[in-house]
């Protein structure tokens, strides 16, 4: 299925970053929560790690995630055969989105919501627990706004709009 006019099921979001350690995996566990059904959040990285960071974990179960599921994976688990096709590709970091990413099937709707990198605070944890909880609340409101979008009655093009309208607003907000 891929976004269409009318459209009332499900609206399967990939978010795709280089190591699919935080940001994406943030943004999958957030999604899936805030869209209550309405919504199902995936992750993946272009060279994931293999491993989730415990403060991407623990900020996901702060904002009651489930993250059992959670795991680091290769978007080549995207574009195999039988794949639940992705309604929607969001790249959550620049690396991620300058790369050739293979070819999508169901040809989603694509953005770039890039976000600073958590993993590179540095300090205590304290305060790497807060550069998660920001990066955690950058997503939050561009999902939300994402959640606002009128699936059923704009084309892709037009969603894609809204994306890319939700990354610019959002991170305006995020520099003040």
């Known amino acids: 299925m891929s976004v269409q006019p009318g459209s009332c099921s499900a609206v399967n979001v990939l978010f795709l970053c280089t190591h699919n350690s935080a940001r994406s995996i943030l943004a999958e566990g957030l999604a899936t929560k805030l869209g209550e ?39 080549e688990e995207f574009v195999q055969p039988g794949t639940i096709p992705m309604d929607i590709v969001i790249a959550v970091c620049d690396s991620a989105a300058r790369e050739a990413c293979p070819v999508w099937p169901g040809a989603p709707v694509t953005a770039n919501w890039a976000c600073r990198d958590p993993s590179a605070a540095s300090g205590d944890d304290r305060t790497i627990a807060l550069a998660f909880r920001h990066t955690a609340d950058l997503i939050t409101s561009r999902l939300r706004r994402l959640l606002s979008i009128p699936f059923g009655t704009l084309s892709p093009a037009a969603i894609a709009g809204e ?11 995020e520099k003040a």
């Not at 415990?54 to 995630?65: D, N, S, V």
């Not at 994306?163 to 907000?173: K, M, Q, W, Y």
């Open 37 to 75: 059904g309405r919504l199902i959040g995936h992750s993946a990285g272009s060279h994931p790690s293999g491993t989730v960071n415990r403060h991407a974990l623990e900020t996901l179960r702060e904002r009651g995630c489930h993250v059992a599921a959670l795991r680091s994976k290769s978007w």
């Open 163 to 173: 994306l890319n309208a939700i990354a610019r607003e959002i991170s305006e907000t």
